[in-house]
């Protein structure tokens, strides 16, 4: 055979397997694009490939962060003492703290000049003396009827209201000593020695900072996994290295409209008062653990304001609408009504299978991965 002939023969013949291999390779084509189509698969009647497994009961336990700032466990503002005499000016005698100076409860922090005031208290308690006299000159005369009993009680009524004046008279001797209401720091000291001072002027603020409270704005959407008592860990953009722990001691009952968040305070330990008020930071408050029927995320499909699942009994798709909670945690979401413990949910081609459509659950098989479906037959 002449040499042209054969090189012609053999051209031919790797044309025809080239046709042949590339005619094998789209009818597999059209066979796996049958399989992995749901389209396809229902109208040529065969089971549509999907990947499942089965809801179980998980413990969980729900950790919701949101911004905060610190701020005074109480405040104290004090001012001028009302007198219960006339208007008068208070002289600064003597200030003992400074703006930044921790103090506690019952230090004094300031002194007006009390000899006005103590006058006042003579004076009340020589009124006071003299009622008493009279009152006993009225039960006299009237024992001999020389008085009437109205007399008498009038006597008795200007006993007790000059009782009250001296009373308020000695008070007001007191407060020329003001003393701090807490323990804390001083933020403000408005009066200096020598000043003189009338109305209701504020004298200082004083902030409790032991224990400190941290405000944090808790997300609206997980209100239901929040309660007084749980865990809060705190991190602080003034100690980036530190993680303070504590509890929620108080919860808003108002939502903010405008943030969609709701206030909540969380009280922390400060020792020497370390932490100061107005210090932003992060908060993740950890509710108590639970059990729950559990899914994996991916499985639940969302559409408007409704949650579904894709459940399959009997090789056929079921769309289960389902209530979940607000906890997800590793990858799997509390699933609260609709799922129970053992059903077989769809995470793969959830979203393309309709109700009742027939289904392969056996992925190890339509995937071709032999080396799977054996390993789990062993």
Same mark, same amino acid.
């Given at each position: 055979?002449?040499?042209? !002939?054969?090189?012609?023969? *053999? *051209?031919?013949?790797?044309?025809?397997?080239?046709?042949?291999?590339?005619?094998?390779?789209?009818?597999?084509?059209?066979?796996?694009? $049958? %399989?992995?189509?749901?389209?396809?698969?229902?109208?040529?009647?065969?089971?549509? +490939?999907?990947?499942? /497994?089965?809801?179980?009961?998980?413990?969980?336990?729900?950790?919701?962060? @949101?911004?905060?700032?610190?701020?005074?466990?109480?405040?104290?503002?004090?001012?001028? +003492?009302?007198?219960?005499?006339?208007?008068?000016?208070?002289?600064?005698?003597?200030?003992?703290?400074?703006?930044?100076?921790? /103090?506690? =409860? @019952?230090?004094?922090?300031?002194?007006?000049?009390?000899?006005?005031?103590?006058?006042?208290?003579?004076?009340?308690?020589?009124?006071?003396?003299?009622? =008493?006299?009279?009152?006993?000159?009225?039960?006299?005369?009237?024992?001999?009827?020389?008085?009437?009993?109205?007399?008498?009680?009038?006597?008795?009524?200007?006993?007790?209201?000059?009782?009250?004046?001296? *009373?308020?008279?000695?008070?007001?001797?007191?407060?020329?000593?003001?003393?701090?209401?807490?323990?804390?720091?001083?933020?403000?000291?408005?009066?200096? +020695?020598?000043?003189?001072?009338? &109305?209701?002027?504020?004298?200082?603020? /004083?902030?409790?900072? %032991?224990?400190?409270?941290?405000?944090?704005?808790? +997300?609206?959407?997980?209100?239901?996994? #929040?309660?007084?008592?749980?865990?809060?860990?705190?991190?602080?953009?003034?100690?980036?290295?530190?993680?303070?722990?504590?509890?929620? /001691?108080?919860?808003?009952?108002?939502?903010? !409209?405008? $943030?969609?968040?709701?206030?909540?305070?969380?009280?922390?330990?400060?020792?020497?008062?370390?932490?100061?008020?107005?210090?932003?930071?992060?908060?993740?408050? !950890? *509710?108590?653990?639970?059990?729950?029927?559990?899914?994996?995320?991916?499985?639940?499909?969302?559409?408007?304001? =409704?949650?579904?699942?894709?459940?399959?009994?009997?090789?056929?798709?079921?769309?289960?609408?389902?209530? !979940?909670?607000?906890?997800?945690?590793? @990858?799997?979401?509390?699933? #609260?009504?609709?799922?129970?413990? &053992?059903?077989?949910?769809?995470?793969?081609?959830? %979203?393309?299978?309709?109700?009742?459509?027939?289904?392969?659950?056996?992925?190890?098989?339509?995937?071709?991965?032999?080396? #799977?479906?054996?390993? =789990?037959?062993?």
């Amino acid at each position: 055979m002449h040499a042209d !002939t054969v090189r012609r023969l *053999g *051209g031919v013949i790797a044309f025809v397997c080239a046709v042949g291999l590339v005619a094998a390779w789209q009818w597999h084509a059209r066979a796996a694009l $049958t %399989d992995w189509s749901p389209t396809r698969a229902r109208k040529a009647d065969q089971p549509i +490939p999907v990947r499942t /497994v089965k809801a179980e009961e998980r413990e969980f336990s729900a950790t919701v962060g @949101g911004t905060a700032v610190t701020i005074p466990s109480q405040t104290a503002i004090i001012s001028i +003492p009302m007198s219960s005499t006339e208007s008068m000016d208070r002289e600064v005698t003597a200030v003992h703290f400074g703006v930044g100076s921790e /103090v506690k =409860k @019952g230090d004094t922090l300031m002194e007006f000049n009390p000899d006005m005031f103590s006058l006042i208290v003579e004076q009340r308690q020589a009124l006071l003396d003299k009622a =008493k006299e009279e009152f006993e000159v009225m039960n006299k005369l009237a024992e001999r009827n020389a008085a009437s009993g109205l007399e008498v009680r009038t006597a008795e009524v200007a006993v007790k209201t000059a009782e009250v004046d001296l *009373g308020l008279a000695k008070r007001d001797l007191t407060l020329c000593m003001i003393k701090s209401p807490l323990d804390g720091v001083i933020e403000e000291i408005d009066v200096a +020695p020598q000043m003189r001072l009338n &109305g209701d002027a504020s004298l200082a603020v /004083v902030h409790q900072l %032991d224990p400190i409270y941290v405000q944090m704005d808790y +997300p609206m959407e997980h209100c239901d996994a #929040l309660d007084e008592g749980q865990t809060a860990e705190v991190i602080l953009d003034a100690f980036p290295q530190d993680k303070f722990t504590g509890k929620v /001691v108080r919860v808003s009952p108002v939502v903010s !409209t405008k $943030t969609r968040v709701v206030p909540v305070l969380i009280e922390v330990p400060n020792p020497g008062n370390r932490i100061r008020a107005g210090i932003s930071g992060y908060v993740r408050v !950890t *509710g108590e653990r639970a059990t729950g029927t559990a899914v994996p995320s991916i499985a639940v499909i969302r559409k408007q304001q =409704k949650a579904m699942v894709v459940r399959v009994e009997d090789n056929r798709a079921k769309i289960q609408e389902v209530r !979940t909670g607000p906890v997800v945690q590793a @990858g799997y979401i509390e699933v #609260l009504d609709g799922v129970n413990e &053992g059903d077989e949910i769809v995470v793969f081609g959830q %979203d393309s299978v309709q109700q009742d459509d027939v289904v392969n659950a056996d992925w190890q098989e339509w995937s071709h991965r032999e080396d #799977l479906a054996q390993a =789990k037959s062993e």
